[in-house]
């Protein structure tokens, strides 16, 4: 009834092969499928549920909210509250609109971007992913700027011929594409940490060019904050990296598990967005009641609890044993972390950008991904994706999925 059976491809289980599993319920740190299995979550529905599944006060705020009414189509009190929450806690972040996925985040981002420097061009950098925005469905080529052409049919040419694709962490290309076209880049996008292809790390020369190069030029600088914002750290990646773009998108924890997402920035730049300025950006269910109730209440546990410390705790132990799971089976692996968000790379070299992860080693880690469902581990099922885990995942957790990933990696070992 459903193409492939899922609502979103990254579920179908397509880069490891075999059927998803259909999942039946999910509380803590476990999930529970139809056949009854127990598995732990390390995918957190790719991203959001940093408490764990149905906490319980998250719970309690959406049926409070569902019963005064589910939407209004007029403005609540709820969506400047989680407005405040945002803007408090991120830098960049003096204004925000709320829209209802990252997708729609992205999107928004771009068209402000454009209306605001009156430019058509864009930079994004292959292996990012910033939802399936047309003109940012655009990854090919890993020439310092090649102009784009669109990666899934249905987006035209003409829609991906001011999309200009760049190498993550490379200053030269980056420096070349701005000299060759400075005055015509409407703005730059990326993952401040990168989530989609894997856990890739920026360097600190290649975020002071961005942020120089953006100023210089007058380029509109886009952090897409959907995957690390209040992941990496409450302020997401712009509070630890040290770089303050101009605009960020949000998404994924911003909602608590509803459908809510965010983009923000300097209150001159969001106002050029109507109906204060001319962008036109608009939606039925934005800001939706039960959506800012999850979200707010989600961020208001997170800022009075800070649960970032004994996550660091848990994931650098995790990365560590993972790690070492990988290397005892003879397997060369780089683990590569931010917080609780991590990847363990079968690759000989460190991933800095798509060209070095895609040398990775799919088959091994499919085969590593299907031996850790058979012990009750829920990992992300793609080589190219990061972890997630939450606060409901015990020390005992951390210990069990280390040990279920050595017996993995050694059969897998045994049998080579
Ligand atoms: C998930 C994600 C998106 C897209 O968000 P959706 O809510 O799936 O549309 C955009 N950017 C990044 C960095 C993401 O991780």
């Given amino acids: ?30 999930l529970h499928d139809l056949d009854g299995n127990r598995y732990l979550d390390y995918i957190g529905s790719w ?3 940093i408490l764990g599944h149905a906490y319980p006060p998250v719970i309690e705020a959406i049926t409070k909210a569902a019963e005064r009414g589910t ?41 402000l971007a454009r209306g605001a420097t009156g430019r058509e061009r864009i930079i994004k950098f292959s292996g990012c992913y910033h939802g399936h925005v047309d003109s940012l469905l655009v990854s090919a080529g890993s020439a310092a700027a090649t102009l784009g052409a669109p990666d899934s049919p249905g987006v035209t040419k003409g829609t991906s011929q001011d999309t200009i694709v760049l190498d993550y962490n490379n200053v030269h290309g980056l420096e070349m594409a701005f000299d060759a076209m400075g005055s015509t880049i409407a703005g730059v996008i990326l993952e401040p940490i990168v989530g989609n292809m894997g856990t890739v790390i920026p360097t600190q020369p290649f975020l002071k060019a961005l942020r120089e ?44 598990g509803l459908p809510l997402a965010a983009y923000g920035g300097r209150a001159d730049l ?46 650098k132990r995790l990365g560590e044993g993972l790690a070492e799971a990988a290397t005892e089976a003879g397997y060369p692996n780089q683990l590569q972390r931010m917080g609780s968000m991590m990847t363990l790379f079968f690759n000989d070299a460190p991933i800095v950008d798509w060209p070095s992860a895609n040398r990775s080693d799919r ?12 012990e009750g581990v829920y990992m992300p099922c793609s080589q190219f994706e990061a972890l997630f885990f939450s606060r409901e995942h015990t020390a005992e957790d951390i210990e069990y999925t280390i040990d279920a990933a050595k017996r993995v990696l050694k059969t897998m070992a045994s049998r080579e």
């Fill in 1 to 30: 009834m459903i193409p492939g059976g899922v609502n979103s491809p990254a579920r179908a289980f397509g880069a490891v092969g075999g059927h998803p599993v259909f999942m039946a319920s999910g509380r803590g740190q476990y």
């Fill in 213 to 256: 190069l953006c100023t210089k030029h007058g380029a509109i600088l886009i952090f897409d904050e959907v995957m690390t914002g209040f992941r990496v750290a409450y302020g997401g990646a712009q509070s630890i990296l040290g770089i303050t773009p101009d605009v960020t998108t949000l998404g994924k924890i911003v909602g608590g």
């Fill in 363 to 374: 088959k091994r880690f499919a085969e590593y991904f299907w031996g850790l469902i058979n």
């Fill in 270 to 315: 969001m106002d050029n967005i109507l109906p204060v300025g001319k962008v036109y950006q608009a939606g039925t269910l934005s800001g939706n009641p039960l959506a800012t109730a999850a979200g707010a209440k989600t961020l208001e546990i997170l800022r009075d609890e800070s649960p970032y410390a004994y996550l660091e705790t848990q994931a």
């Fill in 71 to 111: 939407s209004f189509g007029a403005p609540t009190e709820n969506e400047t509250h989680l407005a405040e929450l945002i803007s408090r806690a991120v830098p960049s972040i003096e204004k925000v609109r709320l829209v209802s996925s990252g997708t729609e985040a992205t999107m928004s981002a771009i068209r």
């Fill in 47 to 49: 991203g959001p549920m």
